[in-house]
């Protein structure tokens, strides 16, 4: 899928965007990290993710973490010519924390538990200036040194995205994606599987429900024309929700990966042990 608009002036054409790309419903795949070692971003923006989603309200990524991380992404998508975009999971839906992730460059917020379109709203506002109708704050410490000057073209140039992962936000998600200026919708499959009442975040007894709760979600992104995304614990599983109809997925975290190699790794050495 083309990811150039129309040649400007200079007769080079203009890249899109990663929220550009999102809101063109493009098939995109990230990584989601949880680690606070810009290092670790660095590596991964190398291997051609169209994104990668910093977890700071589960994983272990503060304000700086998050600021060294986008620095770390941008210098990894640079060596390797790729366009991987940083992206944050807020801790909760306040305009402090979200302008303070813009701020420091993500290209776009995932605003966790949103259960109303007054929900959606307020998220929306956090993450545009008043030149777009928001409430967001002046201060690009860091992302006006790509960005703006003008607060219109910073307005477009970041992504919304709100989870659906309650089920209340599941009762609510066509009001909640008819809200103006949500670019996607997001599920938090482990959460989401818990409010449909299961008994773990794998609960078979529930999956049918649980896969209706998705196509009900997917159904709702289509319609309004933004974006749909997903959590998942591994590529096949990205794919398979990418092929059912899902425009973005994300893939495990650094910390699942390097607990598994690490098992993996020690119990293939104790078994190769020569007594």
């Known amino acids: 899928m083309s990811t150039t608009t129309s040649i400007p002036a200079s007769g080079h054409p203009k890249p899109l965007s990663f929220a550009e790309r999102l809101r063109a419903r493009e098939r995109m795949i990230g990584y989601w990290t949880q680690l606070p070692v810009p290092a670790v971003q660095e590596r991964i923006a190398r291997h051609g993710y169209d994104y990668v989603c910093f977890d700071a309200q589960h994983g272990f990524h503060d304000y700086h973490a998050v600021l060294n991380g986008m620095i770390g992404i941008e210098a990894g998508a640079a060596l390797a010519g790729s366009a991987c975009g940083g992206m944050v999971r807020v801790a909760e839906n306040s305009i ?135 959590h998942t614990m591994a590529g096949d599983i990205a794919a398979k929700r990418l092929n059912q109809g899902f425009t973005f997925a994300s893939v495990s975290s650094d910390l699942n990966h390097l607990d598994k190699a690490a098992a993996e790794h020690l119990k293939t050495a104790r078994l190769a042990l020569v007594s």
């Open 96 to 230: 402090a924390v979200i302008g303070q992730a813009l701020d420091a460059g993500a290209r776009g917020v995932i605003v966790p538990l949103i259960n109303t379109a007054e929900e959606a709203k307020a998220a929306v506002a956090a993450c545009r200036y008043p030149s777009g109708g928001g409430m967001r704050s002046y201060g690009p410490m860091r992302a006006g040194l790509r960005s703006g000057p003008e607060t219109a073209v910073m307005n477009v140039e970041v992504a919304c995205i709100v989870m659906i992962e309650t089920r209340q936000g599941l009762a609510n998600v066509e009001e909640i994606v008819a809200t103006p200026g949500i670019d996607g919708l997001y599920i938090g499959p482990m959460d989401l599987m818990l409010a449909l009442g299961g008994s773990t975040i794998n609960d078979p007894s529930k999956a049918e429900d649980f896969e209706g709760a998705l196509a009900r979600i997917l159904a709702a992104a289509k319609n309004a024309g933004v974006a749909a995304g997903i």
